[in-house]
């Protein structure tokens, strides 16, 4: 698998350039949009989860955040998420407050390099 | 236009997942491969989507927030064809204990996370496929099962000795009968003993042959008779199918049928061809063991007149009663074949039998003269009684004939000669008979082909009024030229048609010609002359006569005036008071009347002076007889005396010579006719003289 230096994987991307979407746009570019406007949402949602130490909560925020991670080839950022998910399924809060402390700046970084992608063909 | 490219409907597919992403590249791909898609972001908007859209596919995330996948997935299987929905889970790799949940929740297959959008075109198209083949085998499936609910027939799949193994239809009973409460563990159980017993061997053989066997049984259902067909089919195993079919109807119909051909429905005898069977067979079995065999053939006397008088409701009821009387002769008389009586209806009133003959045929005399006897009481017709005796013709195998037709013919000939005997009696057949009644036969059968096919002809006699030999009319004569035989004397075929039945048609067809040729000569200016008709006494005592002789004018547009009717004594003393009032509506009409051949019948006076005629016509025997022997002259003159007294004109028939004219002026004679003027001739010489 080639991950590129933004951790995305080039098949998938690649694939989604060549799907047409419904406003005529590459596809990269309205998967990228709608990563970037939801993801901070979802963040927001894994914060709180982990305040009110509602673990499930924080799983299916996490496996909602994994999905969209999945659709841009974010195949890291989803490992990452993963196990998130796991620990939180398993009612581990001090191990959740742990793995989650990575997470912002990591979605951050799919972010970017989405960006790049939608930006530069 | 080929099947594969009628356009395809459009496929409808539903998606369900929370994630935006999914369902924006879900419905991107599928739109984009020609697939309807319907979007949901959570399990109840999946479910309303079922029920809304009716996709025919359903993509589910499993992990969704409120309803999740496994619970819709659920909820779907128990919509309205939600259980042959195919419901493809959307779960991640990482999680194999959720796809086991799906299964277990109902789903049909799954798809991994994150998905391969390309791939999952091909696997959508592959799971409806998969989905429309498995409809495609539900309704197979549903229209066989149903197939066999609605077959009449049991189907049973049999071991080699007979043992049931399954019941494919019928559910383990006989047609007919109701699935019954213990399963039978061999067919023979069900079938009737007879069957039962042949049942093994059926089934080896069917298995040794490789070849469906068939075996039909009887038994009694309900008090009534079902006829079972059981087909043995053997399979490749050593198994067997066996079909017990319910076939009464067929075989009843294969009856009804046989009846049908073979039966007379009137009198429930066998017909011609079902005798022509049966003799032949015993006239086979006979000839064999030298026996010989005795053929009745039993001709009601006057029948037709039943028919004509009385209508053939009536002609019916008697047929019926003579058959049973027939039958009742011959008791319990069978002959070669079990529940036959050797006895067939031929025809209108013909029967035939036969029976063996022991001794000589004296002693077929003796039967044949019981069934005579058992014909003398009167049929009862409704509100009357009719006569209707038999005249019975014997013929015997293998002295008189060899085969059916031979013996057929001269039975025939000798109930003919019975007939002509004076009728109601039993002739045994002789040799000679048979030339007789052949020509009688085959004359018979030209002279309806020649009033069929107009081939008769009307002479006409010139008469003549014996003061100035003026001529003053005709009468008019039946000619019938044979073909081969030349012109036959009237007195001969006239015979043969009243004995035959038809005289009234040959009367109605003489009166239409003359009245034709009337309406000719009008046409073409000629004088017109009266012409006179011989009525045979049989037309004249028919009610119906008065209406056919003036349809027939009218027809024509002939003034009655011109029509004479000429009548034998005899066919008036019959029914003196329907003679009279027929005469009397005929007079009224404007025909003229004569008595024909008078002097020669009852001659009653009394009568005669009570019957309104103008006309007598003194028979040619005794003019012949003048004015040589006294006799005839007195009788010329008596009369004419007589005729003149009661304001009636006279007619000589037959005058040939001047002697015998030289009477007739001398006595007062009005008219003559004969050879000394002119024989009968044909229309257009008569005309000519007109």
Redesign the interface.
């Known amino acids: 698998m080639v991950l590129t230096e933004s951790e995305l994987d080039r098949g998938?991307i690649d694939?989604l350039r060549e799907?047409?979407?419904?406003d005529g746009r590459s596809?990269i570019v309205?998967?990228a949009e709608?990563?970037t406007q939801?993801s901070p949402a979802l963040l927001q949602q894994m914060q709180q989860a982990v305040q009110r130490e509602d673990w499930l909560a924080l799983a299916?925020a996490v496996?909602?955040l994994?999905?969209?991670a999945?659709?841009?080839?974010a195949l890291r950022f989803?490992a990452q998420l993963?196990e998130l998910e796991?620990t939180a399924k398993a009612g581990d809060g001090p191990q959740c407050i742990a793995l989650l402390a990575p997470i912002p700046a990591a979605c951050s970084t799919v972010v970017a390099a989405l960006a790049r992608e939608a930006i530069c063909p | 236009m080929p099947l594969s490219s009628l356009p395809q409907p459009v496929r409808r597919v539903l998606l369900a997942?929370?994630?935006?992403?999914?369902r924006?590249?879900a419905?991107?791909?599928l739109s984009?491969a020609g697939f309807q898609v319907f979007l949901a972001t959570n399990g109840e908007e999946a479910i309303e989507s079922v029920l809304r859209d009716r996709p025919q596919m359903v993509l589910l995330?499993l992990?969704m927030?409120g309803v999740d996948g496994y619970e819709a997935c659920r909820r779907m299987r128990c919509l309205p064809g939600g259980v042959e929905l195919p419901i493809v889970v959307v779960t991640?790799l990482?999680d194999p204990g959720s796809i086991e949940r799906a299964y277990a929740a109902g789903a049909t297959d799954f798809v991994t996370?994150?998905?391969n959008?390309?791939l999952l075109v091909h696997r959508v198209r592959y799971v409806l496929r998969a989905a429309d083949s498995a409809g495609a085998l539900r309704a197979a499936e549903s229209r066989n099962q149903a197939l066999l609910r609605a077959m009449p027939d049991s189907l049973f799949l049999l071991d080699g000795a007979g043992r049931i193994q399954a019941c494919a239809a019928g559910g383990g009973a006989l047609p007919g009968d109701s699935p019954g409460q213990e399963s039978p563990t061999t067919l023979a159980a069900l079938l009737p003993p007879e069957a039962a017993l042949a049942l093994p061997t059926l089934c080896a053989q069917a298995l040794s042959s490789r070849m469906a066997t068939t075996l039909d049984c009887q038994r009694l259902q309900y008090g009534v008779t079902q006829v079972l067909e059981v087909r043995l089919l053997p399979n490749e195993d050593g198994t067997l199918l066996a079909i017990v079919r319910d076939v009464s109807e067929q075989k009843f119909a294969e009856q009804r049928i046989r009846r049908l051909a073979y039966y007379d429905n009137l009198t429930d005898l066998p017909n011609r061809e079902w005798m022509e069977m049966r003799l032949t067979s015993a006239l086979l079995a006979a000839g064999k063991v030298g026996r010989r065999v005795a053929v009745l053939f039993i001709d009601l006397d006057q029948f037709r007149r039943v028919n004509d008088t009385l209508g053939q409701l009536a002609g019916d009821a008697v047929l019926i009663e003579a058959a049973d009387r027939l039958r009742r002769c011959l008791g319990n008389v069978h002959f070669g074949v079990e529940d036959e009586l050797p006895l067939a209806r031929l025809g209108a009133d013909e029967f035939l039998l036969w029976l063996p003959l022991a001794d000589g045929p004296e002693s077929v005399v003796v039967t044949a003269d019981r069934i005579r006897q058992a014909f003398e009481p009167l049929f009862p017709c409704g509100p009357v009684e009719v006569k209707a005796t038999a005249s019975i013709g014997v013929a015997c195998y293998p002295a008189d004939g060899h085969d059916v037709p031979t013996l057929l013919r001269n039975a025939d000939a000798a109930s003919q000669q019975a007939k002509v005997a004076g009728r109601n009696r039993v002739v045994v057949y002789r040799a000679e008979m048979n030339n007789r009644a052949l020509e009688r036969l085959s004359l018979e059968a030209d002279l309806r082909r020649a009033v069929a096919s107009n081939s008769l002809e009307v002479y006409y006699q010139p008469k003549y009024r014996v003061d100035d030999l003026g001529l003053v009319g005709a009468e008019a004569l039946l000619r019938w030229k044979h073909p081969r035989l030349g012109f036959i004397p009237p007195n001969e075929f006239i015979g043969l048609a009243e004995a035959a039945g038809f005289i009234v048609d040959i009367d109605r067809w003489v009166v239409k010609r003359v009245c034709e040729d009337i309406s000719v000569w009008r046409a073409a200016g000629k004088r017109l002359l009266p012409v006179a008709v011989n009525l045979s006494a049989h037309e004249f005592l028919n009610q119906a006569v008065v209406a056919m002789i003036t349809d027939a004018a009218a027809h024509a547009e002939v003034p009655h005036g011109l029509l004479e009717l000429e009548l034998t004594e005899n066919a008036l003393v019959h029914d003196a008071t329907l003679a009279r009032e027929l005469l009397t509506q005929l007079r009224d009409a404007g025909f003229t009347l004569a008595i024909d051949d008078f002097g020669t019948g009852y001659s009653s006076l009394q009568y005669l002076r009570s019957f309104p005629v103008h006309t007598l016509k003194i028979d040619r025997s005794f003019v012949q007889g003048a004015p040589d022997e006294r006799e005839a002259c007195a009788l010329i003159r008596a009369v004419i005396q007589f005729a003149h007294s009661l304001n009636l004109s006279v007619v000589a028939e037959g005058v040939e010579n001047y002697r015998q004219l030289d009477l007739l002026r001398a006595e007062g004679c009005d008219y003559l006719q004969g050879y000394l003027m002119d024989p009968a001739l044909p229309v257009a010489t008569y005309a000519a003289m007109l």
């Open positions: 998938v694939a799907l047409p979407s419904p596809m309205c998967v709608l990563f939801d299916a496996h909602a994994k999905s969209y999945g659709n841009v080839g989803m993963r796991l | 997942d929370d994630d935006a992403s999914t924006l590249l419905h991107s791909v984009g995330d992990e927030p991640s990482d996370k994150p998905i959008w390309v």
